[in-house]
């Protein structure tokens, strides 16, 4: 899920309006990047131009083809993402498919399955643009996520829902599936109780940020921290019914995992809870590893009774992929914690990293990472698709960062 905002933006959760944007931008506009934490690819965005890289199977990537990106040519290589418009933001954080959002408020995907309903992928054959399944939900827009279902923000605060239904996913209170052609008839706004500031999903559930602070989760009822250890939410009660996750504090912003889901809170502490604790995807160290708080986190016991991560100063910024995640710090680090090639398994947040500057933005993925530095976009992790993005499939550790330099994205600016 997960848009991973640049650490410049005003205040996260918040987009421009579209109304008053154009083609143009800002020169100095920093690059965001958006990273699968289900299928090894990432995608990066300046001044409303996509390049995607990794895993081309299935059409992820969306540029005609099924080749991998970065395994032997570097992203900058391939050239812009045909994909037809001017690109706000992004998203493919929890499944094979990817969905961004235009300046026209138009959502355009791409992927295996894209076209839900149809059972089409789109980009296999064709570019995005040529694959012609839009969806236009008929209102202004601020964002869309993609998880097990997928869900648009409207300007207005609304949040509408469409895909697999079972589970309770999409937040209607039944478990009804809508198809990608009955979005703008069907996915009527989710009944949330007040506006919504910022949406993110996960392979299980998808979570909401009110703009009172509070927050609603839906999906399966053990990752939502609705203290539901077996059952869901969503699939027979509206999540505003169901109450709000108990965070035990006010959240300006969400990221989402595989299976967990991490709360940046608005005084800078940071709060998990769903993810399998035998990992240390939540953070909340040995206690939990050993299993004092059962399998999950927010099963039985509310994300807020844990207190916060021990990230010795305060949070800006929040980054989740697979099983793991990592907190930008208010002086420039990353901490990180979950799984970890290197050292398997970390289960509370680690020293900084050293990654020779101040940390703009981050995007954790499936067993890769990368961070924006000033200087550009640097990479490591497990590179068997030419997800890292340096022309070849290579594996980088941590400690041999410093040997691979900057991923060539936008040369031109």
């Known amino acids: 899920m997960t848009v991973i905002m640049s650490a410049c933006a005003d205040r996260v959760g918040d987009t421009e309006d579209l109304d008053t944007m154009d083609d143009s931008t800002d020169t100095d506009e920093p690059i965001e990047l958006f990273v699968g934490s289900v299928g090894p690819r990432i995608c990066a965005l300046s001044k409303g131009r996509l390049r995607c890289w990794g895993r081309g199977e299935g059409g992820r990537l969306g540029y005609g083809d099924e080749e991998n990106i970065g395994d032997d040519e570097l992203p900058s290589d391939v050239g812009d993402l045909p994909i037809g418009g001017t690109v706000v933001t992004m998203d493919h954080h929890g499944q094979h498919r990817s969905c961004a959002l235009l300046t026209d408020h138009k959502i355009r995907c791409w992927g295996l399955w894209a076209a839900y ?3 089409t992928d789109i980009g296999d054959d064709e570019t995005v643009e040529e694959g012609g399944w839009d969806i236009d939900l008929g209102e202004p827009l601020r964002s869309v996520a993609v998880g097990a279902a997928s869900c648009a923000l409207t300007q207005a605060g609304d949040v509408r829902c469409w895909g697999l239904g079972n589970h309770g996913r999409l937040g209607y209170g039944n478990t009804e599936d809508i198809e990608f052609d009955q979005a703008a ?13 910022q949406i993110d999903a996960s392979t299980t559930s998808t979570c909401a940020v009110l703009e009172s602070g509070r927050v609603r989760c839906w999906g399966e009822g053990r990752f939502t921290g609705m203290l539901v250890a077996e059952g869901d939410v969503g699939d027979d ?16 912003k969400l990221s989402m995992g595989k299976l967990q889901t991490c709360a940046l809170t608005q005084g800078g502490a940071v709060r998990c809870w769903g993810g399998s604790v035998l990992v240390g995807s939540c953070g909340h160290g040995s206690a939990a590893a050993d299993g004092a708080f059962g399998s999950y986190i927010g099963d039985d016991e509310t994300p807020a009774s844990l207190g916060d991560l021990l990230l010795d100063g305060v949070a800006v910024d929040l980054a989740c992929g697979d099983e793991s995640c990592c907190a930008i710090m208010e002086n420039g680090d990353a901490r990180c914690w979950g799984r970890d090639p290197e050292i398997q398994k970390r289960f509370e947040p680690g020293p900084p990293l050293e990654l020779g500057g101040p940390v703009l ?24 698709h030419g997800q890292l993005g340096y022309g070849n499939t290579n594996d980088i550790p941590f400690a041999q960062l410093s040997t691979a330099g900057v991923v060539s994205i936008f040369p031109d600016g």
């Open 185 to 197: 008839t069907s996915a009527g706004p989710v009944a949330l109780g007040e506006p919504a500031i």
């Open 237 to 252: 009660e509206t999540p505003e019914s169901a109450g709000f996750v108990d965070v035990g504090a006010p959240v300006s």
């Open 361 to 384: 933005s981050m995007a954790v993925g499936k067993s890769h990472w990368c961070a924006v530095l000033e200087d550009g976009v640097h990479c490591w992790g497990y590179g068997s």
């Open 117 to 119: 309903g149809e059972n």
